[in-house]
């Protein structure tokens, strides 16, 4: 089974020279939510009881944007080994081909009830919101990801995250 090692490697490939909307390397967003993520599972298994792995969490955060934003696929997720319910959150947190609405795609990643996913995206979102990833300009922008972090923390809380 592969490690927080594999998934960083295949991350760190799969996206070697892009950059981000800061013009930072991609992975350094990865990371910070990676990390985000890993404290919200930590928190979900160890003070709310719930049954989730910290570290599974943590490898599909890492992946989370492969398969949207570089040209591997799920047949490469499973070729280096990724377990199937970590390839299942990173399909569930990448755009679909359809051009749909953001809250749309929120309401169903909320409707999937996938506790990982929620995390992730908490933590995705969260990361979206810090000042220098967001121009001056784009308020909406702002408005948009803080309304949908607070829609997925009312839905984790659903099932039991009482973490922030």
Known sequence: MPTIFDAHTFALTAHAGQLDKCGEPCMRHLERVANAALAR?????????????PMR?????????????????TTDLQAAGFEADIIRTVTLLTKPASRIAYSERIAALIASG????LLIKMSDTEDNLRPSRIPPDAAFLRERYADAFARLKSAAAVVGYTGR
């Open 114 to 117: 996938d506790l990982a996913a």
């Open 57 to 73: 969490v943590m490898q599909a955060a890492l992946l989370h944007d492969v398969l949207e934003d570089t040209s591997r696929t």
């Open 41 to 53: 599972a930590g928190h979900a298994r160890l003070s709310d009881g719930l049954d989730i792995d």
